[in-house]
Structure formats: structure tokens, C-alpha cells
């Protein structure tokens, strides 16, 4: 199977995800629940992604899945990763910053990525080799290719994170903090969409305590391909959990040098 073939594929999915939530934002019908570690799922997410395992059932009955909703591991081999809403809190709410993400992973590696915000009229893309792409607007808009910032100093960088509350449960909010003050700015754009603004070059720096796999392995391979890092807080993969941060090579060196040092 083509790199190429794959990349339209997961563009396909992600006409298909926008299909449904498109409908379901800001419906007054809404279903929502509340998983086990409290954080909320709708009708809309559970919809996507059964909508995409089944696509993918069809169109690669021999490849593994593993979605946020529906479960599934990576495997060795070739596994597609999806969240169907990164940001159901917004969504639910009517904030219009959320996203379906689809990724793939083969042996590990996600070589496919797509993240698709239809409230935003955004639709972010790479492919291992490829690049990374932005289209914004219509459906026939020009796709443009993304790269991340060259600023090399943190008191020129602008940061942002999810929540700072995170840090304290996760990580340090110490530890944060003092990168805030060394940093030019900061805001909290959260989410996909800090990550996404780190390959466009409109942010320098995005950090957060705490991802899942399908959270971060999609911008992952965007953020790589516009030529920057996304790792962990220790400079990891980002899918074992322990934070995730994204930058340029330079500032990706003293965020990490930063958020590592010992508390004063």
C-alpha cells in the first residue's frame, strides 16, 4: 500500500467524521455521558468512530484500530489511531476548537496524520516524507505547506498549554511556570490546536503534562514533517503518556532543559 494512497484515505475519513459532527454541533439533542475518569463523551464521538472502523473495515480489512472510544492497541505492523474529538468539552459546549484526529502507525511509527477542526474551517495533514499541509476554507481552498518558527531564543518564544491545573496533578506546575517567565508570551490555545500552530510557525512552543496515544500521535507527525520536535517532557515518544511538547529543534532543547530542572 502507498504512502499516497494512505494519506487519501485518512483525508476520506476525515470528510467522514466531519459529516457527523458538523450535524451534531450545537444540537439541542445532544447526548452526552460521563466516562469513568470523568471526563465526557457524546453521541457525536462515539458515532465518528464507529462511522471510521467501519470505512476502514472496508478499505483495510487487514490493518489494527485503536480508538479512544472503542479501544483497540497498536500492534506490530500497521494500526490506525483515531480520536474523534479532541476537545469534547468545547463541543459540547459550543466552542468551536475541536477536531477529529487520524493517525497511522506502522511498527510503531505514525507515518500518516490528519486533524480536521470543520467549526475552524481547518484541515491540518502529513504523511512521512510529504510535509505538512494546512488547508483552510472551502473544500477546494489551496492546501499551503506549514514550517515551524526559526525564533532560537525562549525570551522571543510564544508558548502555550492546555490548562495550567494539569501540571499539578501531572507534572509541576513549577516546573511550567518557570518556563512561562522565561518565554516571550504565554496562553493556554490548548489541545490539538497549539500543536497544529507550532507546525504553522504562528506558536514557538506547546506543552502539556499529561496526552493519551490518540491525543498526540496524529500532530505528532505534523509537527515532524513542518520540521520540528514533539516528544514527551524527558524528550520520549509523546504516546506513553508523560506530557507532550512541541517546537522547533532549538527551543525544543532549553523547554526541555527548563521543565527538567530541579524545583528552587
Known amino acids: 500500500m502507498s504512502r499516497q494512497a494512505d494519506l487519501e484515505l485518512a483525508l476520506r475519513l476525515g470528510d467522514i467524521a466531519d459529516s457527523i459532527t458538523g450535524r451534531r454541533f450545537g444540537a439541542r439533542d445532544l447526548r452526552v455521558r460521563e ?21 476502514l473495515r472496508s478499505d483495510r480489512p487487514e490493518d489494527a484500530f485503536a480508538g479512544e ?45 490528519v486533524i480536521s477542526a470543520p467549526a475552524l474551517r481547518s484541515r491540518w495533514w502529513a504523511a512521512a516524507g510529504q510535509g505538512a499541509w494546512l488547508r483552510r476554507g472551502a473544500a477546494d481552498s489551496a492546501a499551503v505547506p506549514l514550517r515551524v518558527s526559526a525564533h532560537t531564543r525562549l525570551d522571543h518564544a510564544y508558548l502555550s498549554t492546555t490548562s495550567t491545573r494539569t501540571w499539578d496533578a501531572f507534572h509541576s506546575r513549577a516546573a511550567y511556570l518557570r518556563l512561562a517567565e522565561e518565554c516571550w508570551e504565554d496562553r493556554a490555545f490548548g489541545d490539538f490546536l497549539q500543536h497544529c500552530m507550532v507546525a504553522e510557525g504562528t506558536l514557538d512552543i506547546a506543552a502539556e503534562p499529561v496526552v493519551n496515544p490518540w491525543d498526540i500521535t496524529a500532530v505528532q507527525i505534523l509537527v515532524t514533517e513542518a520540521g520540528g520536535v514533539c516528544t514527551d517532557l524527558l524528550g520520549a515518544s509523546p504516546r506513553g503518556g508523560t506530557g507532550a511538547l512541541s517546537a522547533n529543534p532549538r527551543l525544543h532543547q532549553l523547554a526541555l532543559t527548563v521543565l527538567a530542572a530541579p524545583r528552587p
Open 35 to 55: 466516562k469513568l475518569d470523568r471526563t465526557p463523551v457524546t453521541d457525536a464521538d462515539t458515532a465518528v468512530e464507529t462511522a471510521v472502523r467501519e470505512a
Open 69 to 113: 472510544e472503542t479501544g483497540g492497541s497498536v500492534t506490530a505492523g500497521r494500526t490506525w489511531m483515531v480520536d474523534p474529538i479532541d476537545g469534547t468539552k468545547n463541543f459540547l459546549r459550543g466552542v468551536p476548537v475541536w477536531a477529529t484526529l487520524i493517525a497511522l502507525l506502522e511498527d510503531g511509527r505514525p507515518t500518516v496524520g
